[in-house]
């Protein structure tokens, strides 16, 4: 089992910046891909960013040029840098985890961390 907390979320003005951080633990062996997905009132969740271990990153068009993905291998933990914030990014951010043992693909989610941007 991985455990995942996520931290840094809150309120901000539009064109604000915030700093999300997601540190996994447990059996945190084999992980591979980590990644930000949120979900806004009334809508589904979606894809924000993806990191594999190899440093590989993938964005939603929606954040590109806006929100960078880092992970620090040393420390289990992904980030999720957000400038230029919008009304519209105004959602509950999860961290997610993959991780692949003996063949099989496991998937974690955290609990959330709100994000409001005000305009």
């Known amino acids: 089992q991985v455990q995942l907390v996520e931290s840094g979320g809150g309120l901000v003005q539009a064109g604000g910046t915030l700093r999300l951080s997601c540190a996994a633990s447990?059996?945190?062996?084999?992980?591979?891909?980590m990644g930000w997905y949120r979900q806004a009132p009334g809508k589904q969740r979606e894809l924000v960013a993806t990191i594999t271990s190899a440093g590989n990153t993938d964005y939603a068009e929606s954040v590109k040029g806006r929100f960078t993905i880092s992970r620090d291998n040393a420390k289990n933990t992904v980030y999720l840098q957000m400038n230029s914030l919008k009304p519209e990014d105004t959602a509950v951010y999860y961290c997610n985890v993959n991780q692949v043992l003996f063949g099989r693909e496991y998937s974690y989610w955290g609990n959330g961390t709100p994000v409001t941007v005000s305009s």
């Open positions: 447990g059996s945190i062996f084999s992980i591979n891909a």
